[in-house]
């Protein structure tokens, strides 16, 4: 691993809220937003450090200058330091030994005063006086100190409470409890409140949790898994006008449409009182969306094979054959495996989608039984048609596992088993971008600057889903709720709003303000070079050491969207002039070879990027779901998930063709038109209703 020289330039940071890795950024180079209007919006630059009245001393508030021990190798730019509660300094070292800022040893005096991580963030907890050490790691000995005094800066509520918080799954794996980034410490600075995350996206424990009258504080859950019309009717949740028109008056603000929404579909109690709060809208959406599906392959065998034209999914399986075979072991001496998935989502959920993400269709209903497609909405039953999406994601899988390419574990393994393991290099190809994206990483980081991961690529014929996903009034598989046991529901809402108002949404997905980014005249976010040199950082985890684009599910606007009441992205990786500064290898030879100046452009032959018509369809179908449907889709649900494993391992084509032929006829018999006529009906209203054509 190549030494990065430690130089990090003295910053006085806000602390704040972030979402998914920055290390992994789209290539955008197009849309210049010009309406930079933000009415009703709470957002801090750079330049004004009194948001939520912290009064935060700068490094050139103190008279002191660059210091160090006479012995060591390491320099500090500042060795006495004044920061507020609830703000974060990051330590300027330097190491004439070229030691790596991640690779030092960090301590604080007093961990009730302040904190330090092991990038040289201090964050100020509470006023006093503290002294941090950093130290080589390999010599304890060779090390320099910093005075730091934490100021007062008084929060929104002068006592401190605890809340709990059920939130939509994060795109990395978290460990339940508080969460110690300067994101979620500024958050909870701000609101004098301690966060309680449950990281487990488990709905069966929220279920027990609620069915035991134990509903946490905060939940953000979709109708798919909790039964919202119970929890409205068991008086579980509160309505939420009276605490809107309180305490959230960015949602208010920022988010009319979804309140009105949510009152018409989710008004089980018919007082049309808003219970549920829609959240990851998406408005304005600067660049299309990101197509979280198709083939994500390791780009530089790929090339090594002369780019072979991918024709259908056939090809593909040849391909990724013909790399095992040049590569079976990787650089660690690992054997590859061709494709690594998992199955405790459901075994149906990997074929749904690839129906989606390369077919353009659809799925809705407790089973999934109806599928559109949404250009011509033509529909079909998926469990009858024998070319619908599931029997075509089941073809699929099945191949692959017949060619010997499927990793043997994605039969038992779980998500967390197959990110861990698709993210260190150790698998071939994903038929979803997140997984196998940090294999890139890896590479890098042990110096081959020259391989790497890339996807989608394109599949003749494929409809790789470049476009814009979420209506603008919120998805229809989350929505924040309150527990009506919530000891503290004001300051739960204040919660909620936060990630629904300007500064929540930038926060979220940019992290740290202050010498991180700033907005220029056009009110485009501008990252600075000290953090373009962080997310190129392979040491450096933005998402969990800087809360960059951590809190990018729970934020009430989803990434992709513009800086509420503006055009402009609210994600600063979607602004050419940040993204143009992180583009490597494999990026830079994709562009060359398809000779295009963004992966936007990287297509299937005669694609062009569209609008999801159904969008905002999708949202008015019926959460509330008669008894009797929802016994049809239970039982037709388990009995599929249950299935599809052991097609995926027929011994023979006649075997999985018998298979598949018993398991159409099986599901006839449990119903399953009764239940598609129902979805139809369904989705042939919302399409009306939404003015689809």
């Known amino acids: 691993m190549k030494n990065v020289l430690a130089v990090v330039s003295a910053l006085l940071v806000l602390g704040m809220l972030a979402g998914c890795s920055g290390n992994n950024n789209p290539a955008v180079t197009s849309n210049q937003p010009a309406d930079t209007s933000q009415a009703g ?49 990051a330590l300027g070292i330097t190491s004439s030994s070229n030691e790596p800022i991640e690779q030092l040893q960090y301590s604080t005096s007093d961990i009730k005063t302040a904190t330090v991580d092991n990038i040289g963030q201090v964050y100020g907890v509470q006023a006093g006086s503290a002294v941090i050490t950093v130290a080589s790691a390999a010599n304890p ?66 279920n027990t949790e609620i069915a035991a009258g134990s509903m946490p504080d905060i939940v953000q859950a979709a109708p798919a898994s909790v039964d919202f019309s119970a929890l409205v009717k068991g008086n579980t949740v509160l309505a939420l006008d009276d605490l809107i028109a309180s305490n959230g008056k960015d949602i208010s603000t920022n988010a009319p449409d979804s309140i009105t929404f949510s009152k018409e579909v989710n008004n089980f109690d018919n007082s049309g009182k808003l219970y549920f709060l ?95 497609d949404w250009d011509s909405l033509a529909m079909t039953n998926v469990y009858i048609d024998p070319n619908s999406v599931l029997w075509n994601g089941a073809d699929f899988w099945y191949k692959v596992n017949k060619a010997g390419l499927l990793d043997p574990d994605s039969f038992t393994q779980t998500y967390d088993s197959a990110l861990s393991k698709n993210g260190s290099n150790r698998v071939l190809c994903s038929m979803i971008d997140w997984p196998i994206g940090p294999s890139t990483n890896v590479l890098k980081a042990a110096g081959y600057d020259d391989r790497g991961y890339y996807g989608p690529v394109p599949m003749d014929g494929a409809r790789n889903v470049f476009y814009n996903p979420l209506p603008v009034i919120g998805q229809n598989n989350f929505y924040y709720c309150i527990s009506s046991k ?25 992290g740290l303000p202050d010498g991180n980014w700033s907005q220029d005249s056009n009110g485009d976010i501008i990252y600075s070079d000290s953090f373009i040199a962080k997310a190129k950082d392979l040491n450096i985890n933005m998402e969990s050491q800087m809360g960059a684009r951590k809190y990018t599910n729970p934020c009430g606007f989803y990434y992709q969207s513009s800086i509420p009441g503006t055009k402009n992205a609210m994600d600063g990786w979607y602004v050419p002039t940040n993204a143009n500064k992180n583009i490597s290898y494999p990026v830079t030879d994709v562009l060359r070879h398809y000779g ?44 599929i998930n249950n299935l599809l494993p052991k097609m995926f391992q027929a011994k023979s084509d006649d075997e999985y063709g018998q298979m598949k032929t018993q398991a159409i006829n099986d599901i006839k018999a449990m119903n399953i038109d009764t239940s598609y006529s129902f979805y139809q009906s369904a989705m042939e209203q919302a399409i009306k209703d939404a003015g689809v054509k």
């Open 278 to 372: 829609p959240s990851q809208m998406v408005v304005n959406p600067p660049v299309p969306g990101e197509a979280f599906g198709g083939i994500n392959l390791r780009w530089d065998y790929y090339a090594e094979l002369g780019y072979p034209e991918i024709t259908d999914y056939d090809s593909l399986i040849s391909i990724i054959g013909q790399m095992i075979q040049n590569h079976p072991d990787n650089e660690d001496g690992l054997p590859f495996v061709g494709f690594s998935t998992w199955f405790d989502w459901g075994a149906s959920f990997q074929c749904y989608w690839l129906g989606e993400y390369m077919e353009g269709k659809l799925t809705f209903g407790g089973a999934n039984e109806l599928q559109i």
């Open 486 to 510: 919530c000891a503290n529901p004001e300051r739960a809402m204040d919660v909620i709003n936060w990630l629904y108002s300007t500064e929540g949404c930038l926060y979220t997905q940019n």
């Open 141 to 206: 000995s060779d090390s320099v100190q910093c005075n730091v005094t934490v100021t007062a800066s008084p929060s929104a509520y002068s006592d401190s409470i605890s809340l709990n918080i059920f939130p939509a799954a994060f795109a990395s794996a978290y460990t339940t409890g508080r969460q110690t980034d300067p994101v979620a410490l500024y958050l909870e600075h701000k609101y004098n409140v301690q966060l309680n995350w449950d990281m487990s996206a488990d709905p069966a424990k929220l």
């Open 41 to 89: 919006t709470d957002t801090a630059t750079p330049a004004d450090t009194s948001q939520a009245g912290m009064d935060a001393a700068s490094p050139s508030d103190t008279s002191q200058t660059s210091a160090s021990n006479a012995s060591s190798s390491l320099t500090l730019d500042q060795n006495s330091i004044s920061v507020a509660e609830g703000s974060t300094y």
């Open 596 to 639: 295009v100046e963004s992966t936007n452009d990287v297509l299937p032959k005669g694609y062009t990027i569209g609008t999801n018509k159904l969008s905002v369809a999708a949202t008015m179908m019926p959460t509330t779901i008669p008894d009797d449907i929802k016994q049809i889709d239970t039982q037709v649900g388990t009995y």
